[in-house]
Protein backbone atom coordinates (compact mmCIF):
# COMPACT_ATOMS: atom_id res chain seq x y z
CA UNK A 1 0.00 0.00 0.00
CA UNK A 2 1.41 3.34 -0.82
CA UNK A 3 1.88 5.47 1.98
CA UNK A 4 3.54 9.33 2.53
CA UNK A 5 3.93 10.07 5.88
CA UNK A 6 5.53 13.55 6.83
CA UNK A 7 7.48 14.83 9.86
CA UNK A 8 9.46 17.06 11.29
CA UNK A 9 7.11 20.24 12.15
CA UNK A 10 6.16 21.75 15.14
CA UNK A 11 6.07 25.00 16.82
CA UNK A 12 8.97 27.83 16.22
CA UNK A 13 9.81 31.39 16.99
CA UNK A 14 9.40 33.79 13.41
CA UNK A 15 13.14 33.80 12.31
CA UNK A 16 13.60 30.35 12.97
CA UNK A 17 13.81 26.94 11.22
CA UNK A 18 12.27 23.35 10.45
CA UNK A 19 13.27 20.56 8.33
CA UNK A 20 10.24 18.58 7.26
CA UNK A 21 10.35 15.17 6.12
CA UNK A 22 8.26 12.79 3.73
CA UNK A 23 8.82 9.27 3.97
CA UNK A 24 7.68 7.48 1.12
CA UNK A 25 6.64 3.33 1.38
CA UNK A 26 4.83 1.15 -1.13
CA UNK A 27 6.04 2.83 -4.23
CA UNK A 28 8.65 2.90 -6.36
CA UNK A 29 10.11 6.63 -4.64
CA UNK A 30 12.85 7.71 -7.89
CA UNK A 31 9.70 6.88 -10.48
CA UNK A 32 8.15 9.85 -8.85
CA UNK A 33 8.21 14.05 -8.93
CA UNK A 34 7.15 15.11 -5.68
CA UNK A 35 5.96 18.55 -4.11
CA UNK A 36 4.95 19.97 -1.14
CA UNK A 37 1.89 21.82 -0.54
CA UNK A 38 0.56 24.03 2.43
CA UNK A 39 -3.08 24.94 4.01
CA UNK A 40 -3.83 27.02 6.21
CA UNK A 41 -6.65 27.36 8.41
CA UNK A 42 -9.64 28.60 5.87
CA UNK A 43 -7.78 29.18 3.05
CA UNK A 44 -7.03 27.09 -0.22
CA UNK A 45 -4.06 24.46 -0.46
CA UNK A 46 -1.59 26.22 -1.69
CA UNK A 47 1.79 24.90 -4.14
CA UNK A 48 5.36 25.42 -1.65
CA UNK A 49 7.57 23.33 -3.98
CA UNK A 50 8.57 20.56 -6.27
CA UNK A 51 11.15 18.02 -7.14
CA UNK A 52 11.45 16.06 -10.46
CA UNK A 53 12.33 12.33 -9.82
CA UNK A 54 16.25 12.75 -10.74
CA UNK A 55 16.20 15.75 -8.64
CA UNK A 56 17.37 17.85 -11.82
CA UNK A 57 14.41 20.11 -12.00
CA UNK A 58 12.91 21.90 -8.94
CA UNK A 59 10.60 24.65 -8.63
CA UNK A 60 8.92 27.38 -5.86
CA UNK A 61 6.19 29.21 -5.25
CA UNK A 62 7.23 32.82 -5.10
CA UNK A 63 6.60 33.21 -1.17
CA UNK A 64 9.73 29.90 -0.63
CA UNK A 65 12.06 31.66 -3.04
CA UNK A 66 15.25 32.12 -1.43
CA UNK A 67 14.14 30.84 2.33
CA UNK A 68 12.70 27.36 1.70
CA UNK A 69 14.75 24.55 0.05
CA UNK A 70 13.17 21.22 -1.44
CA UNK A 71 15.28 17.94 -2.25
CA UNK A 72 15.12 14.20 -2.10
CA UNK A 73 17.64 11.14 -1.27
CA UNK A 74 15.92 8.35 -3.33
CA UNK A 75 18.05 6.03 -1.59
CA UNK A 76 16.01 6.61 1.78
CA UNK A 77 12.53 7.20 -0.20
CA UNK A 78 12.21 10.71 1.06
CA UNK A 79 12.19 14.21 0.33
CA UNK A 80 12.79 17.07 2.51
CA UNK A 81 12.03 20.72 2.74
CA UNK A 82 14.31 22.86 4.65
CA UNK A 83 12.52 26.02 6.02
CA UNK A 84 14.60 28.95 6.97
CA UNK A 85 13.95 32.68 8.17
CA UNK A 86 10.26 31.47 8.99
CA UNK A 87 7.46 33.36 9.20
CA UNK A 88 4.08 33.79 10.85
CA UNK A 89 2.39 33.64 7.74
CA UNK A 90 4.07 30.16 6.92
CA UNK A 91 1.61 28.65 9.72
CA UNK A 92 -0.04 25.78 8.02
CA UNK A 93 -0.25 22.29 7.45
CA UNK A 94 2.37 20.84 5.18
CA UNK A 95 1.53 17.99 3.02
CA UNK A 96 3.97 16.23 0.30
CA UNK A 97 2.68 14.85 -2.88
CA UNK A 98 3.85 12.04 -5.37
CA UNK A 99 3.04 12.47 -8.98
CA UNK A 100 4.38 9.77 -11.76
CA UNK A 101 5.91 12.13 -14.84
CA UNK A 102 3.46 11.17 -16.99
CA UNK A 103 0.50 12.58 -15.32
CA UNK A 104 -0.83 16.32 -16.33
CA UNK A 105 0.65 19.36 -14.13
CA UNK A 106 -1.03 19.76 -11.10
CA UNK A 107 -2.40 16.37 -10.32
CA UNK A 108 -0.99 13.84 -7.99
CA UNK A 109 -0.97 10.49 -7.53
CA UNK A 110 -0.76 10.12 -3.29
CA UNK A 111 -1.01 12.70 -0.65
CA UNK A 112 0.68 12.70 2.70
CA UNK A 113 -1.47 13.67 5.72
CA UNK A 114 0.18 16.25 6.79
CA UNK A 115 1.98 18.36 9.57
CA UNK A 116 1.81 21.36 11.69
CA UNK A 117 4.06 23.78 10.96
CA UNK A 118 3.39 27.39 13.66
CA UNK A 119 4.85 29.92 13.75
CA UNK A 120 5.16 33.05 16.35
CA UNK A 121 5.23 36.27 16.06
Known amino acids: QEQLVESGGGLVQAGGSLRLSCAASGLTFSNYDMAWFRQAPGQEREFVAR????????RYADSAKGRFTIYRDNAKNTVYLQMNSLKPEDTAVYSC??????????????WGQGTQVTVSS
Open 51 to 58: INWAGGSI
Open 97 to 110: AAKRPALPAGRYDY
